[in-house]
């Protein structure tokens, strides 16, 4: 029997279009996940993939509901802007709100506020915890989950390869969230993005060791997490950088 296969996918905003990338030429070396993991935009991401989705109908359908506009204020509230736009849009594009009712096993990780700690969540209000897993610091405002304040799972666990240890015979994990240091640092939005890619490209620099395959997309550090304008060139970036790899499976 071919080995089962786990993929681990980065937070990284905006960049998680090139995920979409990554998974298409997977599938065309015959490659597709038995298990998924993700975080932020790879919580997004991996959910239209457990919902059984193609990685070209994901990418049309998240480009069609313009998932990632954050112009809406939130203040005085916990964050700069809100996630309303993107949780509304991710309910009606997937067409599942439980995890019951995805097609391939996914495990969301978001950083409990409360307890300091990392958790991954493979049942419950997907949309929910898919949102909390989305939040930012000071960015977006945090989500409360049983009583807890959750945010993005990149504080502490950027790069998702834990939930599927010991759960699949191999793990590919995909990174979009390098820095590029020379970035100009202009607005209190700039710092506090600098301030959670520094502390995402510290966690992930030991998570990737528990990966069999390592994925990170040559030029990825070139674009912003925050800036939509370039979905497509990072959908192809990811896609060539893929398909130019040899992965042992």
Request: aromatic letters at 8%.
């Amino acid at each position: 029997m071919p080995p089962t296969v786990g993929i681990a996918l980065s937070g990284g905003g905006v960049k998680g279009f090139a995920h979409l990338g990554v998974l298409k030429a997977l599938e065309e070396k015959g490659i597709k996940p038995d298990l998924l993991a993700g975080v932020s935009a790879g919580a997004i991401v991996g959910s239209f993939i457990a919902a059984g989705k193609r990685p070209e109908e994901a990418m049309e359908l998240i480009n069609e509901s313009d998932f990632f506009d954050f112009a809406k204020l939130s203040i005085p509230n916990r964050g700069i802007f809100t996630l309303d736009n993107m949780t509304e849009n991710l309910e009606k594009s997937l067409g599942v709100r439980s995890f019951a009712d995805l097609k391939i096993p996914f495990y969301v990780g978001a950083a409990n506020l409360e307890k300091a700690r990392m958790e991954y969540f493979n049942q419950g209000d997907l949309i929910k915890i898919i949102q909390a897993s989305s939040s930012i610091p000071v960015l977006f405002s945090p989500v409360e989950i049983n009583g807890d304040l959750y945010v993005d799972g990149g504080l502490f666990e950027n790069l998702p390869v834990n939930p599927l240890l010991n759960k699949c015979d191999k793990i590919i994990a995909v990174n979009v969230m390098p820095v590029k240091l020379e970035e100009k640092i202009e607005s209190i939005t700039d710092i506090a993005v600098r301030t959670f890619q520094l502390k995402t490209v510290a966690n992930a620099m030991e998570l990737r060791k528990k990966a069999d395959v390592y994925i990170e997309p040559t030029g990825i550090e070139e674009y912003n997490i925050l800036n939509t304008k370039y979905s497509q060139e990072l959908y192809e970036l990811g896609y060539d950088y893929c398909k130019n790899m040899e992965i042992d499976i």
